[in-house]
C-alpha cells in the first residue's frame, strides 16, 4: 500500500506562514486600526485648545482601546465597568 508522506519544505512553508500570521496579527493589534475625528463645534473647541496645530482626530490602536476603556473603568470604579 502507498502511504502519503511529508515533505521537509511543506513543514518550512507551514512554519513560515503561521510565523507571519502571528507578526501581522501583532502588527495590526499594535498599530493604529482606526481614528474618531470631533468635528462642528466640539471639534473646533478641542482643535482651537490645542492652539490649531493638530486636528481633534484620535487615532486607536485594539490594545489602545483596551487600555482607554480599562482606565475608564478605573476612573468610574464600579464593578460592571470592569466586566
Known amino acids: 500500500t502507498k502511504r502519503a508522506t511529508v515533505r521537509n519544505s511543506s513543514e518550512w512553508v507551514l512554519c513560515a506562514a503561521l510565523l507571519a500570521f ?3 496579527v501583532i502588527c495590526g493589534c499594535v498599530l493604529p486600526s482606526f481614528s474618531i475625528e470631533m468635528l462642528g463645534l466640539v471639534g473646533l ?17 485594539v490594545f489602545g482601546l483596551a487600555k482607554m476603556i480599562m482606565d475608564e473603568a478605573r476612573y468610574l470604579s464600579t464593578a460592571s465597568d470592569f466586566v
Open 22 to 24: 502571528v507578526a501581522l
Open 45 to 61: 473647541a478641542v482643535e482651537s485648545g490645542k492652539q490649531f496645530q493638530e486636528e481633534a482626530k484620535i487615532y486607536y490602536s
